[in-house]
Structures are given as C-alpha cells and as structure tokens.
C-alpha cells in the first residue's frame, strides 16, 4: 500500500472515558484484518516525559524497549497488539516546546518570530507522521489525551485540522469518543453533552467521521439516528460503547458494532477480509471461566490508584488465564503493614508480589511482607525495589547485618547492600537518569529462573537507579541468596533467589511491561503456577 493511513481518537465530554482501549481495540480489529498497525499518544502535559509524575497523579509510567518513561496507554498498545512501541509512539507538549526551543536558540528558524501556528504544529505534524513514514505500518492510530476543548490540547487539534487538509480525502478520519450520560431522575439518556462536544470540535474546523458512545445502557436506534443527525455522521458511525466485564471484550464488542467495518470504509481500504481473533476469543475463554482460584497479596504504597499498578495487574490477567486460574490481588498498604500486625495483614494469602517504587516511605512494610514470604515459605515475587528489598530482608534477618539499607533510603547505613551505580553519583538532574530500556540479562544454567524462562539469554526493560552491591554477593550465596542472572556487559545482579524456599524470586528488572495477551510473560506465568501448586499442596496435606 503506498500511503499510510491516519486514524486520530479524541476525546469529548469528561476524561477517562477509555480513549486508550478504543484505540486499541480498533488497532486489534485492523491487525486481525491483516493491516500494519500502530498507535501513538499525544499527551498534553508539559512535562517532558511522565518519568518524574507521581503514579497519584498520572497512574504507573510505562517504559519501552529503547528506553523511553511514556504514558500507561502505551502499555495498553502493546498488550492489545504485540507489537513492541518506542520513543515515537508518546509525544508529550513538554517534548514539542523542547525541540522548538531548542532549534530557535541553534537560529534554524532564520531570525523568524517563533509561533504556535506554525513552528509548534509543524513539529507536532512531524512527530504523528514519524511512524507512518518508517514505511513500517499501513495505519497509525493517533489518540490525542485530554478533552475537546482542554486550552492545552488546542495545537494537537489545530495540527490535526492540518494534517487532515494535507493528506486529502480518504486518507485520515476522525473517531471522537463522548459520553452519553444515563439522567435517573429522568429515566432516560441524554444526547446534548455529545452534540456539544461535536460543536466544539467543529470550532476547531475538524468534523467527526466516527461517533463512539461510552454508555451504561443499551443506545437505542431512535438515539443513534438523534445523534446522526445533529452531530453530522451516517447512523453506522454511531458506535456504542456500553461498559464491559474487562476490557479485552472491547475489541469484540467494537466488531459487533462495525467500528473497524466503517473506519476502513471511510479510509477507502478493502474490508473483504474478517478479523481473526481465534487466539483472542481462546484467551478471554479462559480468562472468564478458571478452574479454581488464588489469592496474591500486591504490597506496593500506591495501592489506592490502581492504574500504579497497572501492567502488573494486567500481567496477572495474563498468567492467570494461562494457568486457566483466576488470580484475586489484594492490594496492601505497604506503610499500613507492621511487626505488630504483619500476620494479621498478610494470613490467607496463596502468594505474595512486593512492588516497585522510589523514596524511603512505606520500604520498612515491605520489608516485613518479604520476611513473612521467606519464612513462611510464600511463593514470592519481587519487582525492581522489591527485588532490593529482598536483598535488605536478608542481610538483616539472615546475615545479621542489623541496619542494612539501600543508600537510597539511608545514605549513612554501614551496609549498604543496595547502592549507587558510580557513574550516577555526579547526576543530580532527575529526569532521565536511570537505567532505562531493555537491558541483556544472562541467567545461571540450572536455577529457578533458568527453569522459569526456559532459556539463558534474555532481554528485559528496566526503571531504577540503585544497584546490587556486588561487595556482599559471596556472603549472601554462603548464606542461602544466590544471584542468578547478571548483565553480561556491566556484571551487574538482575537476579536474585533461594534455592531452598518452594519458589522466591526477586528481578531488578520490570517483567510487567512485557507481558501481552498473546504472549504472558514466563515470570509471572510460573509465579501464578507455582502458587497454584503450593496451595494445592496445602488443601491435600489438611485434608
């Protein structure tokens, strides 16, 4: 196909409607067709990446191979699609002043007033049409964050009237994503928020080719043909989008409703070919109904949002479905978790996963619930700082070494098992400056995590800054911890375990971010299984 196409997803009436999984849905369904397909976020933050946002504010940041700290949609993307995303596939307003900034002070704009209309939409422009010029995709999804008529998404929208003009008929459509709200008091749904929403988007000279309806009940044909009408599309452009058990029925349910039947229509491409979700449908069967069931205790100090923890929990979906399994997670306050009460907290649970994070608050808890899984002998897993709080559990309790720390918490602790990487002890910008990307690991022939991954060599996407110190590795695999995977260029750990524990794994690494329908990801598919075990083990020895 010579010209790629462009799908752009904006969003009207309130926030959070799920622009994210309508993109990727849509994406499914066009994959399935057998189109190359990609998605990208446009974010309207003037942070330059989400790296440094509180997940309060902004929910987990999810990182790509290459390295780049992005919004959580991404990790939608990849989980939908199985395909890997990148730098270009999160533009953030932070980033495009950046660059216009920077090429102003370099005088790449010849002495010429530096203006929203052009320079900043021109950049905006190049950065959507990066990944559709690779030559790499036949459609790139494009979803703008924010809300039609949000101040700082009016040059994303602008750049989009744009681009549209630009490419011509056929070539880029709109889908606007709105509310149709359900009045009680009235006992009825109203189309008025959407067709305002419509309105201002027309403000902006752009026109929706495709309405999709996020609803709690059923649109009726006199309402899609109401909102057709005065909202300017055909009747099978209203699509309903009604609230679903999980959001992997999405793409299912956009099919039943001709969602990628129309967008490909308005795009003038062939839809003679149905989408193939067999594997899809295959997964959700499972998903939806588990021959038995497990209790994880997730002990994290962002439980309150769950979208912190957002691939994690996905990556429990994934594992649980393929152990035909229903993983029930039970989040714990990690800063609520004391010597006092930690039984308390932690009884009845099959397993137990310690999270990741950053700063000293809450690290005291999650030590605890990684003694309570040692000693207990819980099957354990944990991510990034869980991993370094495991290290610190057991110097503590095990080598004796009272008051280890990581230098990130206590940078005057005489243990530090935890410490700097040397070349991060000058950095005092915090943006960017972590070990960021995908990063080699090699694991030690003959371990648990050698037998988890069925493999030697392997390859995984990391967040931190803080190390293993290597000065204490000969006393602690004296002592029962073995590290068991290491980066072969750096000789850094990324692996920890104990041998004589029923299943204990901590990774320095984030697993979460790889983990996709399609394919879960072995660490928390074993995990899953191995709990499974255990408490089935337990039942027959009370029994």
Not at 40 to 46: A, E, G, S, T, V
Not at 114 to 143: A, M
Not at 414 to 440: A, C, F, H
Request: hydrophobic content about 35%; glycine content about 8%.
């Amino acid at each position: 196909m010579s010209q790629t196409k462009y799908i752009f997803v904006t969003g009207g009436v309130t926030s959070s409607l799920g622009k994210g999984i309508i993109a990727a849905s849509l994406a499914k369904l066009l994959q399935a067709r057998g189109y190359r397909t990609t998605i990208q976020k446009l974010d309207p933050y003037i942070n330059v990446d989400p790296g440094t946002l509180n997940p309060y504010e902004h929910g987990e940041c999810y990182v790509t191979d290459d390295g780049a700290e992005t919004d959580l949609d991404l990790g939608h993307y990849e989980r939908f699609l199985n395909v890997r995303t990148s730098q270009a596939n999160n533009v953030t307003t932070g980033r495009i002043y950046q660059s216009v900034i920077e090429k102003e002070r370099k005088g790449e704009f010849l002495g010429k007033t530096v203006q929203v209309v052009p320079h900043i939409t021109n950049e905006i422009k190049e950065r959507i049409q990066i990944l559709g010029n690779s030559g790499d995709y036949d459609i790139v999804i494009t979803e703008i964050g924010g809300t039609v008529g949000d101040i700082e998404s009016l040059p994303y929208i602008e750049s989009v009237r744009q681009l549209l003009w630009e490419l011509g008929e056929g070539n880029g459509i709109v889908v606007h994503l709105t509310l149709v709200p359900f009045l009680s008091a009235a006992g009825e749904l109203k189309t008025k928020p959407t067709q305002h929403s419509v309105k201002t988007l027309m403000e902006s000279g752009i026109k929706a080719d495709i309405l999709v309806c996020r609803t709690e009940h059923h649109i009726s044909d006199d309402i899609k043909r109401k909102l057709a009408l005065f909202c300017n599309v055909r009747k099978e452009a209203v699509i309903q989008s009604i609230d679903a058990s999980t959001i992997y029925d999405v793409p299912l349910l956009m099919q039943e409703e001709g969602l990628d039947k129309v967008a490909l229509e308005k795009l003038n491409l062939p839809d003679d070919k149905s989408p193939d979700l067999g594997l899809w449908e295959q997964f959700l069967s499972r998903h939806k109904n588990p021959t038995t069931k497990v209790t994880i205790g997730l002990v994290g100090k962002y439980v309150e949002l769950q979208d912190s923890y957002k691939s994690i929990l996905e990556s429990f979906i994934h594992a649980g479905a393929a152990n035909e399994v229903k993983v029930e997670v039970r989040s714990i306050h990690s800063e609520h978790i004391s010597e006092n009460d930690v039984d308390k907290k932690l009884m009845g649970l099959d397993g137990i996963l310690v999270a990741p994070g950053f700063g000293e608050r809450g690290i005291e808890g999650k030590i605890l619930a990684v003694q309570y899984a040692r000693e207990n002998d819980i099957p354990f897993l944990g991510i990034c700082l869980g991993m370094q709080m495991a290290v610190i559990e057991f110097a503590r309790n095990v080598l004796g070494l009272e008051n280890a720390n990581s230098t990130e918490m206590d940078e005057s602790t005489p243990y530090p098992v935890i410490n700097l990487m040397e070349e991060q002890k000058s950095i005092t910008n915090m943006g960017g400056t972590m070990r960021l990307g995908s990063w080699d690991c090699e694991l030690l022939e003959d371990t648990l995590v050698h037998q988890v991954y069925g493999e030697k060599d392997i390859a995984e996407r990391h967040r931190h800054r803080f190390e293993f110190n290597d000065d204490y590795l000969s006393r602690m695999k004296e002592a029962g911890l073995l590290a068991s995977g290491f980066n072969p260029k750096t000789g850094l750990v990324e692996v920890v375990e104990i041998p004589s524990h029923p299943w204990f794994i901590g990774v320095q690494y984030h697993p979460e971010y790889k983990s996709t329908v399609a394919d879960p990801h072995p660490l928390f598919v074993g995990f899953v299984k191995a709990v499974l075990m255990q408490k089935q083990q337990t039942n027959a020895s009370l029994a």
